[in-house]
């Protein structure tokens, strides 16, 4: 099958890849003319597990190609629109300018009978309105397929997807044929495209527009509702003396709970679910739910405190963050990325940075791209050299190397042992017992003060225990 991609970032670019390893005849489309190149030579233009390989194979097989010319898009059966949906500038709603100029320029390049298929996340009402595009071309059908992958094992969940979602005109009634039950155009293109998916077996569930646009939406607002409950649950922890680890351990172990997604810390980031809870917010809003739209905004709100109080946690631990010398550990909103679209671990950096503290940032993949963003901030490649003369570690993006940094070796670098495990993620026994105070989000540690007494994490008085340089 011969089909075209339109955007080709982080979705994009592994879409085409899969699709191509499927055996398909893919040709990716970006406007952006340096990522299109470095694609084309089989380069992934960011980080992620297996992508370089998979690019390569579709390079080698010649089914894999990628081009700024969106008329080279002619001649495919399906086209995929894959392009940014980022947040507006002035709200919270999302932008859909990219969606519309793609979607305007594929538009004399398609060819009669092709299926014009969008992936990228929209709010609910999008493709109704890029319906009344493509209605000057009445030959042309449309279907919607959110995605679902995440960054860091991309190519692994485009392989092996939970599921597929196809939203298709007039639902799953509309979808297939009455009397023979066969799938109609826009069903069987997808069908034809996922084959060897649906082969393995797996889940393909097909609705109307409204639900496969916010089947999209309310899993992103249901992940953030788990991460967000377990960070106010953490606010509780640290009231209370009680541990939030060991809380969310057990209460993951509940089948109906389950424990992803329910690991308290500096909270997410990225350049998705920030701004797709904020979206669904804003339709929410504008659909006058305001259940929804109250929601969001708590879940938000919690959200960004996880960054505040790890600041301000960071300022109690140093007597005052002015003229400190702080480490660190990760740039990438997340591990296995390089990517830093509101990465919390920059953002907490940069406001230690503007209070007067010298901060070196140490990420394993993500120092190039983030080195120019943020010209305050000291970056290093070396976590040996980024650890030197530290008077306090922050943990902030979980790496597994840093999550299994030796606390004897991190130790002969700093100047003082303290580490603020932002991402709860360290051993902190093996850390204490190398001298260091280690602190997290929602923990009890026996050095702590019962917190019932001295409020702990948000106040600016160091705490007794820890000795201000
Ligand atoms: N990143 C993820 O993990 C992920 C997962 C699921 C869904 N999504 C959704 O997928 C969409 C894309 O996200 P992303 O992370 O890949 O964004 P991205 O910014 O990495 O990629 C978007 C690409 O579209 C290109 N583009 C913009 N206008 C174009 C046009 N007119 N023609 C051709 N290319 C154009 C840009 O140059 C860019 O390369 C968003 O809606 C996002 O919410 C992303």
Same mark, same amino acid.
């Given at each position: 099958?011969?089909?075209?991609?339109?955007?080709?970032?982080?979705?994009?670019?592994?879409?085409?890849?899969?699709? $191509?390893?499927?055996?398909? =005849?893919?040709?990716?489309?970006?406007?952006?003319?340096?990522?299109?190149?470095?694609?084309?030579?089989?380069?992934?233009?960011?980080?992620?597990?297996?992508?370089?390989?998979?690019?390569?194979?579709?390079?080698?097989?010649?089914?894999?190609?990628?081009?700024?010319?969106?008329?080279?898009?002619?001649?495919?059966?399906?086209? /995929?629109?894959?392009?940014?949906?980022?947040? +507006?500038?002035?709200?919270?709603?999302?932008?859909?300018? *990219?969606?519309?100029?793609?979607?305007?320029?594929?538009?004399?390049?398609?060819?009669?009978?092709?299926?014009?298929?969008?992936?990228?996340?929209?709010?609910?009402?999008?493709?109704?309105?890029?319906?009344?595009?493509?209605?000057?071309?009445?030959?042309?059908?449309?279907?919607?397929?959110?995605? /679902?992958?995440?960054?860091?094992?991309?190519?692994?969940?485009?392989?092996?997807?939970?599921?597929?979602? *196809?939203?298709?005109?007039?639902?799953?009634?509309?979808?297939?044929?009455?009397?023979?039950?066969?799938?109609?155009?826009?069903? #069987?293109?997808?069908?034809?495209?996922?084959?060897?998916?649906?082969?393995?077996?797996?889940?393909?569930?097909?609705?109307?527009?409204?639900?496969?646009?916010?089947?999209?939406?309310?899993?992103? #607002? /249901?992940?953030?509702?788990?991460?967000?409950?377990? %960070? @106010?649950?953490?606010?509780?922890?640290?009231?209370?003396? $009680?541990?939030?680890?060991?809380?969310?351990?057990?209460?993951?172990?509940?089948?109906?709970?389950?424990?992803?997604?329910?690991? #308290?810390? &500096?909270? /997410?980031?990225?350049?998705?679910?920030?701004?797709?809870?904020?979206?669904?917010?804003?339709? $929410?809003?504008?659909?006058?739910?305001?259940?929804?739209?109250?929601?969001?905004?708590?879940?938000?709100?919690?959200?960004?405190?996880?960054?505040?109080?790890?600041?301000?946690?960071?300022?109690?631990?140093?007597?005052? &963050?002015?003229?400190? =010398?702080?480490?660190?550990?990760?740039?990438?909103?997340?591990?296995?990325?390089?990517?830093?679209?509101?990465?919390?671990?920059?953002?907490? @950096?940069?406001?230690?940075?503007? @209070?007067?503290?010298?901060?070196?940032?140490?990420?394993?993949?993500?120092? %190039?791209?983030?080195?120019?963003? *943020?010209?305050?901030?000291?970056?290093?490649?070396?976590?040996?050299? +980024?650890?030197?003369?530290?008077?306090?570690?922050?943990?902030?993006?979980?790496?597994?190397?840093?999550?299994?940094?030796?606390?004897?070796?991190?130790?002969?670098?700093?100047?003082?042992?303290?580490?603020?495990?932002?991402?709860?993620?360290?051993?902190?026994? #093996?850390?204490?017992?190398?001298?260091?105070?280690?602190?997290?989000?929602?923990?009890?540690?026996?050095?702590?003060?019962?917190?019932?007494?001295?409020?702990?994490?948000? =106040?600016?008085?160091?705490?007794? %225990?820890?000795? =201000?340089?």
């Amino acid at each position: 099958m011969k089909i075209s991609v339109i955007g080709c970032g982080y979705l994009g670019a592994v879409h085409a890849a899969t699709l $191509a390893s499927m055996g398909h =005849t893919v040709v990716g489309i970006d406007v952006d003319a340096t990522k299109v190149d470095q694609l084309g030579r089989g380069l992934a233009p960011f980080f992620e597990p297996g992508l370089d390989e998979l690019l390569q194979d579709g390079r080698a097989t010649g089914r894999l190609t990628f081009t700024t010319d969106v008329a080279k898009a002619a001649g495919a059966q399906v086209h /995929f629109l894959c392009v940014g949906t980022p947040q +507006a500038k002035t709200s919270d709603g999302a932008d859909l300018t *990219y969606l519309v100029s793609a979607t305007e320029a594929l538009l004399p390049h398609l060819a009669r009978g092709a299926v014009v298929v969008g992936k990228s996340t929209v709010p609910v009402g999008t493709v109704d309105m890029l319906r009344g595009i493509l209605s000057r071309r009445p030959d042309v059908l449309l279907g919607w397929n959110p995605e /679902f992958l995440r960054q860091g094992t991309a190519v692994k969940d485009s392989l092996v997807p939970d599921r597929l979602v *196809y939203g298709v005109a007039g639902g799953r009634a509309a979808a297939f044929d009455a009397a023979t039950g066969a799938p109609k155009a826009v069903t #069987a293109a997808l069908d034809a495209v996922y084959g060897p998916l649906l082969d393995a077996g797996i889940p393909r569930l097909v609705c109307n527009f409204a639900t496969a646009e916010l089947i999209k939406s309310a899993a992103n #607002a /249901f992940l953030a509702t788990k991460v967000s409950f377990i %960070n @106010a649950v953490s606010e509780l922890c640290d009231a209370s003396g $009680a541990d939030v680890t060991e809380l969310s351990e057990a209460m993951g172990l509940d089948p109906r709970i389950g424990n992803r997604y329910l690991h #308290a810390g &500096l909270g /997410f980031g990225g350049g998705c679910l920030p701004k797709d809870i904020r979206s669904f917010r804003a339709q $929410a809003s504008a659909l006058r739910v305001g259940s929804v739209d109250e929601w969001m905004g708590v879940v938000d709100a919690v959200n960004l405190r996880q960054r505040t109080r790890t600041v301000n946690l960071a300022h109690e631990l140093c007597g005052g &963050l002015g003229g400190r =010398t702080i480490t660190v550990l990760g740039a990438s909103f997340k591990p296995d990325t390089d990517d830093i679209r509101d990465s919390p671990a920059l953002d907490v @950096a940069a406001r230690m940075a503007a @209070a007067g503290a010298h901060v070196t940032v140490t990420d394993p993949k993500a120092v %190039n791209s983030a080195w120019m963003r *943020y010209p305050q901030l000291r970056f290093e490649t070396s976590v040996e050299k +980024a650890l030197e003369g530290a008077e306090l570690v922050l943990l902030l993006t979980e790496w597994e190397e840093y999550r299994l940094l030796s606390p004897a070796l991190a130790g002969g670098m700093v100047r003082r042992r303290v580490v603020l495990d932002a991402r709860n993620v360290l051993d902190a026994e #093996a850390w204490q017992a190398e001298g260091w105070t280690v602190r997290g989000l929602g923990r009890a540690f026996p050095d702590r003060e019962d917190p019932k007494v001295t409020h702990f994490g948000c =106040t600016s008085v160091a705490p007794a %225990n820890i000795p =201000t340089p």
